[in-house]
């Protein structure tokens, strides 16, 4: 066994919850749950969690899906399936069966690992990592693991440094100057700083390591509890926090950078305003998010596409993408894209123009379109002519606008607009 003995990672599973929809993400949710929805020109949001957890030795994994589970489903089944059982590494998905009781689906984040407790078992682990599938960062997970045995934690938390201002929207820890969970609070109005520094709190990122047999026990131990939600942080973490030793995880000390100049990068893209803005910002000189690391690579389904293709060369007719990202399979016929991110087989026509648009797999943009600030949803046929960003009055009456100006569009949005107009 030599060194693989002493890598805690090979001793544990990620188990990952990928049942919510999303739906602060609207109509990008309303075929596929979130962990499913399109990232960054080729992958899915739910890539990051799993390419984290094998980059950082984990070759045990299994995902919990429950809402419109089948988009999901299938991208692991095609990207994912390189794992083989007879290595010792496996990749379940455990839709919520009603395996338990017939009347029965995931009650709760915990219920979704209660429910599974026997196929946990049979992968003869130590030690589980519950990962939340639905936010974009990279972070090596052993480096967390050996904090947790180090501290003799009960559970450890991992936890984003937040100012104190925006942590009302998360779960805040209140940590001592050992960084021991003093309490957990939901969504506080007033979140309490850190004791190294008060300007500052500690949000939950939704990421908790346990030892396998004593999360086990406290799992048969919630199920039987009426009164709980079954809920890891609404009933388990504050119940271990009061009862036990719950131990924070700070993202800084185990977020992998491209350089040690480089922020901890971590992202929840579950609004449209969200969701745009991280795909934009990956067209910035330097991108935050480094997606050219060759060392801690975002593992995806690759589908086999042709290299992108640029064409037509006239004044007002020219097929150029300045400031972009553009994905295998693109044809951009005469179109002038700035800013902006096309996903695989994407095709742009003649006279069009694209600024700071995020647009999905396989649509189509028409001749003398002009769109600006906008995320077109997979499949979308963008009419000839068509001219979004500039009437935020006119886009509202078809399309969904958001607080900060970024139009959504979606197929059956265009399908009304044509009825009405015609």
Same mark, same amino acid.
């Given at each position: 066994?030599?060194?693989?003995?002493?890598?805690?990672?090979?001793?544990?599973?990620?188990?990952?919850?990928?049942?919510?929809?999303?739906?602060?993400?609207?109509?990008?949710?309303?075929n596929r749950v979130k962990p499913a929805v399109y990232f960054g020109g080729k992958t899915r949001i739910i890539d990051f969690a799993l390419s984290n957890a094998l980059n950082s030795g984990i070759r045990k994994m299994?995902?919990?899906?429950?809402?419109?589970?089948?988009?999901?489903?299938?991208?692991?089944?095609?990207?994912?399936?390189?794992?083989?059982?007879?290595?010792?590494?496996?990749?379940?998905?455990?839709?919520?069966?009603?395996?338990?009781?017939?009347?029965?689906?995931?009650?709760?984040?915990?219920?979704?690992?209660?429910?599974?407790?026997? #196929?946990?078992?049979?992968?003869? #682990?130590?030690?589980?990592?519950?990962?939340?599938?639905?936010?974009?960062?990279?972070?090596?997970?052993?480096?967390?693991?050996?904090?947790?045995?180090?501290?003799?934690?009960?559970?450890?938390?991992?936890?984003?440094?937040?100012?104190?201002?925006?942590?009302?929207?998360?779960?805040?820890?209140?940590?001592?100057?050992?960084?021991?969970?003093?309490?957990?609070?939901?969504?506080?109005?007033?979140?309490?700083?850190?004791?190294?520094?008060?300007?500052?709190?500690?949000?939950?990122?939704g990421i908790y390591v346990f030892s396998w047999p004593y999360l086990r026990e406290l799992l048969l131990a919630d199920a039987d509890d009426p009164n709980s939600a079954h809920d890891f942080g609404g009933d388990l973490?504050?119940?271990?926090?009061?009862?036990?030793?719950?131990?924070?995880?700070?993202?800084?000390?185990?977020?992998?950078?491209?350089?040690?100049?480089?922020?901890?990068?971590?992202?929840?893209?579950?609004?449209?305003?969200?969701?745009?803005?991280?795909?934009?910002?990956?067209?910035?000189?330097?991108?935050?998010?480094?997606?050219?690391?060759?060392?801690?690579?975002?593992?995806?389904?690759?589908?086999?596409?042709?290299?992108?293709?640029?064409?037509?060369?006239?004044?007002?007719?020219?097929?150029?993408?300045?400031?972009?990202?553009?994905?295998?399979?693109?044809?951009?016929?005469?179109?002038?894209?700035?800013?902006?991110?096309?996903?695989?087989?994407?095709?742009?026509?003649?006279?069009?123009?694209?600024?700071?648009?995020?647009?999905?797999?396989?649509?189509?943009?028409?001749?003398?379109?002009?769109?600006?600030?906008?995320?077109?949803?997979?499949?979308?046929?963008?009419?000839?002519?068509?001219?979004?960003?500039?009437?935020?009055?006119?886009?509202?009456?078809?399309?969904?606008?958001?607080?900060?100006?970024?139009?959504?569009?979606?197929?059956?949005?265009?399908?009304?607009?044509?009825?009405?107009?015609?």
């Amino acid at each position: 066994m030599g060194d693989r003995s002493n890598r805690l990672a090979a001793r544990s599973m990620a188990f990952v919850l990928a049942g919510g929809r999303g739906s602060r993400l609207k109509e990008l949710t309303d075929n596929r749950v979130k962990p499913a929805v399109y990232f960054g020109g080729k992958t899915r949001i739910i890539d990051f969690a799993l390419s984290n957890a094998l980059n950082s030795g984990i070759r045990k994994m299994a995902i919990a899906t429950q809402y419109k589970a089948h988009s999901l489903i299938r991208h692991c089944q095609r990207g994912w399936n390189f794992f083989r059982a007879e290595r010792n590494e496996f990749l379940d998905i455990l839709p919520a069966s009603q395996r338990v009781d017939e009347n029965r689906w995931y009650r709760g984040t915990a219920d979704a690992v209660t429910q599974n407790i026997d #196929i946990v078992d049979s992968y003869d #682990i130590d030690y589980i990592v519950i990962l939340a599938g639905d936010h974009i960062y990279k972070m090596d997970y052993e480096v967390m693991l050996r904090q947790h045995v180090e501290s003799g934690a009960d559970v450890t938390v991992g936890c984003l440094t937040v100012p104190r201002e925006e942590a009302t929207a998360f779960g805040v820890m209140a940590v001592d100057a050992n960084d021991r969970i003093t309490s957990f609070l939901e969504k506080p109005k007033d979140p309490p700083g850190t004791p190294d520094d008060p300007s500052v709190a500690l949000a939950s990122m939704g990421i908790y390591v346990f030892s396998w047999p004593y999360l086990r026990e406290l799992l048969l131990a919630d199920a039987d509890d009426p009164n709980s939600a079954h809920d890891f942080g609404g009933d388990l973490i504050p119940d271990i926090v009061k009862n036990g030793k719950a131990q924070a995880h700070r993202f800084t000390d185990s977020c992998v950078r491209s350089s040690k100049e480089a922020p901890s990068y971590w992202r929840d893209v579950g609004t449209v305003d969200a969701f745009w803005k991280a795909n934009i910002d990956l067209t910035n000189f330097t991108p935050e998010l480094d997606l050219w690391d060759h060392d801690w690579p975002i593992w995806t389904y690759s589908e086999i596409v042709p290299p992108a293709k640029f064409i037509h060369d006239e004044s007002d007719r020219r097929g150029l993408a300045i400031s972009s990202m553009v994905a295998g399979g693109c044809i951009v016929s005469g179109t002038e894209i700035r800013e902006s991110l096309l996903f695989t087989n994407c095709h742009t026509n003649s006279y069009a123009s694209l600024t700071r648009v995020v647009a999905l797999p396989k649509v189509v943009v028409h001749r003398h379109a002009r769109l600006h600030s906008c995320v077109i949803d997979r499949g979308v046929e963008i009419p000839n002519g068509l001219v979004v960003g500039e009437d935020p009055e006119e886009d509202a009456k078809w399309f969904r606008v958001t607080d900060t100006g970024v139009t959504l569009i979606t197929q059956a949005m265009l399908d009304r607009r044509e009825a009405a107009l015609t």
